[in-house]
């Protein structure tokens, strides 16, 4: 489990770095969009964004829900998402979702999972926000896919729908049970 200093080491990275991420990720994102699309997966209405960074997925998936909601550690970030239309972005923490239970129809997390310090409690409060039958999607970084994906096939609160490839990561589609 990382510390609190490598938590905020990460959060003022993300801060430095928020002008140019999308510059620097925009088509690496695009296609893990599209390798989602492909295999026939879609939002539900209400849709959440774990670590949504700028909103660059966000913002593209919002055009297919009634309310996209992307959630993120660094200000920055969610003030560079805010140029963004048809997304609500609030500043916030995985490990403790402002939001009850069954609030979304959709939770996804691209390639941010392996930042999160308790990796349990994320999928855990990913899983609470969402209602029963709901999809939770993750993609999570090649190199550590393996040990990741294990943590999330052992909640018992999912069940996996489909395992694949978005763009250079490892995707996993799941269903809450």
Same mark, same amino acid.
């Given at each position: 489990? @990382? ?5 905020? !080491?990460?959060?003022? $990275? ?6 140019? *991420?999308? $510059?620097? *990720?925009?088509?690496?994102?695009? !296609? ?24 660059? +997925?966000? %913002?593209?998936?919002?055009? @297919? ?12 970030? +969610? @003030?560079? &998402?805010?140029?963004?239309? @048809?997304?609500?972005?609030?500043? &916030? ?10 609030? #979304? ?6 390639? %941010? #999972?392996?930042?999160?310090?308790? $990796?349990?409690?994320?999928? *855990? ?31 018992? %609160? ?5 395992? &694949? ?6 995707? #996993? +589609?799941?269903?809450? +049970?």
């Amino acid at each position: 489990m @990382r510390t609190i200093p490598n938590r905020k !080491a990460l959060h003022w $990275k993300y801060q430095a770095d928020a002008r140019s *991420y999308d $510059k620097l *990720y925009g088509e690496e994102q695009k !296609a893990k969009l599209s390798d989602l699309y492909d295999c026939g997966w879609r939002p539900g209405a209400k849709l959440l964004d774990l670590g949504c960074g700028t909103g660059l +997925i966000t %913002s593209r998936l919002a055009s @297919r829900c009634d309310l996209a909601v992307g959630l993120d550690v660094s200000e920055r970030m +969610i @003030r560079q &998402g805010r140029r963004r239309n @048809r997304v609500e972005f609030i500043l &916030g923490d995985v490990l403790r979702l402002p939001f009850r239970p069954d609030s #979304f129809d959709t939770a996804v997390c691209f390639t %941010s #999972f392996h930042h999160f310090p308790q $990796k349990n409690l994320t999928v *855990y409060e990913g899983t609470r926000v969402v209602k029963t039958g709901s999809y939770v999607v993750f993609t999570l970084l090649r190199e550590q896919a393996g040990r990741d994906s294990r943590i999330l096939k052992r909640n018992k %609160s999912l069940r996996l729908e489909l395992e &694949g490839k978005a763009g250079r990561d490892a995707l #996993f +589609i799941f269903r809450r +049970i």
